[in-house]
């Protein structure tokens, strides 16, 4: 762990390369898209192995996780993990798809602790299931709180809240 | 075994307190203090507490008068802002982004106008970039104030007098925002494309003059707190982050540049005119309370610094590119964006999918409160309870922004 940031200078290209080149055939789908922004696809039953890997890169680690966001595609949930190098000064986005009939990955709070609150997050809000994860409750909802609100199908019933 | 005393109907947060205080016990382990694990008190500190500045609920467990485990509960202030945007426009969208986090609007307006534009392809004129920097520098100090303020207020007798007279500060820099945009903290000022008005005629001798007072009153602050024993006891050394917890919690803002990652977007990922302005990004080395403390007073210097120079450099010209005119609509292509924006308290994201309609297909914040505070638990545990009111004090929560 350095105090400096961005000490590894390594153009995009050489970055996608490098990351091509560390995880063979685990990365569908590399493209640059902005001028420090990397989007990669993963299987989800490869996202644990990916993680770890990706957390102990040599030199270029994305040792931090700034966020996980979830999308409702209709037939499928994208969930995009944010993903940080310190050393290189560089951000990749994981994306993710998962079925809608059964939405549901590995926790990544054991490589990243700060993923804990976003997947709590994204099992209140959008109903997907983090296996493994250490404390699975909801967090910005109440505890009894029925569906998950950013879905696009989610309807809000009066009957489901008793106080109004 | 005895029950531990509880003061309340337990829901979710409180069973898991007590649940983690049984395994403890069952699986014997010897606590610093051995044979008090029993003797352990689960209070509810909060919702409604003058201390977590906001609905920042805290499920603590003493041991005595040592906290030993700390389960936050939020979503007291939860509007589902999220969900507004897939109904609203990207205009009609802008005066909610405000209220997330509420202290620092202006910026918080700044990383969705930002994330707006990338979709979109929208570059703003050139005294538009200004006069954002400028506003939301002000905004900057405006928060740190308040930020340190309160924090101060917190601690000891004499922060009663810090809060009057940063409050009594803030005033000027409030009137300076309602000026340019016509409100003191919900401000709708940000276009894509621009800013709505250009500045009001004296803004800028107004502005200057309010800076020129501004390093005095913070020679003053400092001299009131910085060698005043009873604050230096109740800060220094207390609520370490280390540079491995900057990394493993991804933290961002005074709390990681005190703990010695000079992280600043301002710097690392660089926006607007910023690459252009001379400014510093303030570090410390210990990270603990005091310095976080000392972080903020260093960049209200750095923001005045930062708001003399666009002063100078701001061009003639147009505040906004032609978008704003009816019917006010935006249409981005399909795809998604993320960009980042330095808020006072660290990396405020905005994560927008389009799918080319007048809507956000899906809006998603990074609030930078939201992920600061997963690191509370580790921090308060082992201290004292009133140590803890210090600790989250420092860390600068805004519930607006962690509830969304």
């Known amino acids: 762990m350095t105090a400096e940031i961005g000490t590894v200078h390594l153009s995009m290209d050489e970055l996608a390369a490098r990351l091509a080149r560390a995880l063979p055939g685990e990365l569908t789908e590399l493209r640059i ?21 990706l957390h102990d890169l040599p030199e270029i680690a994305f040792d931090s996780l700034t966020l996980i966001s979830t999308v409702d595609y209709g037939p499928h949930f994208d969930c995009v993990y944010h993903l940080y190098s310190f050393a290189a000064n560089r951000y990749l986005e994981l994306h993710v798809r998962l079925p809608r009939g059964k939405p549901a990955v590995d926790t990544v709070s054991d490589v990243w602790p700060s993923a804990n609150w976003h997947e709590r997050e994204a099992w209140d809000m959008m109903g997907i299931r983090f296996l493994g994860h250490p404390d699975p409750r909801r967090i910005l909802l109440k505890d009894d709180w029925i569906g998950h609100p950013l879905r696009k199908d989610y309807v809000d019933l009066i009957e489901n809240h008793p106080y109004v | 075994m005895s029950e531990p005393f509880i003061t309340q109907a337990p829901d979710e947060a409180m069973e898991l307190a007590l649940r983690r205080i049984r395994q403890a016990d069952a699986a014997g382990k010897p606590s610093d203090l051995a044979g008090l694990a029993l003797d352990q008190v689960v209070v509810n500190m909060g919702p ?32 589902c802002k999220e969900k ?21 609007g202006i910026n918080c307006e700044w990383g969705y106008v930002l994330t707006v534009e990338k979709l979109a392809g929208i570059e703003p004129p050139r005294r538009a970039e200004f006069i954002r920097v400028i506003m939301a520098e002000l905004n900057r100090i405006a928060s740190h104030l308040i930020g340190v303020g309160t924090f101060v207020a917190d601690l000891a007798p004499l922060g009663t007098a810090m809060v009057f007279y940063m409050f009594r500060d803030r005033e000027p820099i409030l009137d300076l925002l309602e000026e340019a945009t016509g409100a003191r903290m919900m401000f709708n000022y940000f276009r894509p494309g621009g800013v709505r008005f250009d500045l009001p005629p ?20 400092e001299s009131l707190v910085d060698t005043n024993a009873v604050f230096l ?9 280390t540079r491995q917890d900057v990394v493993d919690y991804s933290l961002t803002g005074p ?25 510093d990004v303030c570090t410390e080395q210990h990270g603990d309370v005091f310095d976080r403390y000392r972080v903020r007073i260093n960049e209200m210097r750095q923001s005045r ?46 994560y927008i999918v389009s799918d080319g309609s007048r809507y956000p297909y899906r809006l998603k914040f990074r609030d930078p409160c939201f992920v600061n505070l997963q690191i509370l638990p580790k921090l308060m545990r082992g201290n004292k309870i009133a140590d803890a009111v210090a600790i989250s004090g420092s860390m600068d929560l805004v519930l607006g922004g962690i509830d969304r």
């Open chain 2, 202 to 221: 004296g803004f800028e001798e107004r502005c200057r003059a309010f800076l020129d007072r501004f390093p005095k009153l913070i020679d003053e602050y």
């Open chain 2, 305 to 350: 610094k930062i708001i003399l120079q666009c002063l100078d450099m701001m061009p003639k010209g147009p505040v906004q590119v032609g978008t704003l005119r009816p019917p006010y609509v935006i249409t981005p292509p399909p795809g998604s964006a993320y960009t980042a924006q330095e808020n006072p308290r660290g990396e405020y994201g905005t």
């Open chain 2, 255 to 279: 709390l990681a540049r005190a703990a010695g990652v000079p992280f600043d977007l301002r710097r690392t990922r660089p926006y607007s005119v910023y690459p252009e302005l001379d400014f």
């Open chain 2, 48 to 79: 409604q507490h003058p201390s977590t500045h906001g609905v920042l609920r805290l499920v603590v467990t003493l041991d005595g008068e040592i906290v030993r485990d700390v389960i936050p509960v939020i979503g007291y202030l939860h509007r």
């Open chain 1, 33 to 53: 898209q902005d001028p420090d922004t990397v989007i990669a696809q993963v299987d989800p039953a490869a996202l644990k192995r990916v993680a770890r890997r």
């Open chain 2, 84 to 104: 507004l945007a897939e109904k609203r426009t990207y205009y009609q969208y802008i005066p909610i982004v405000d209220r997330t986090e509420y202290v620092a």
């Open chain 2, 233 to 241: 006891q109740r800060t220094v050394g207390k609520g370490v982050v």
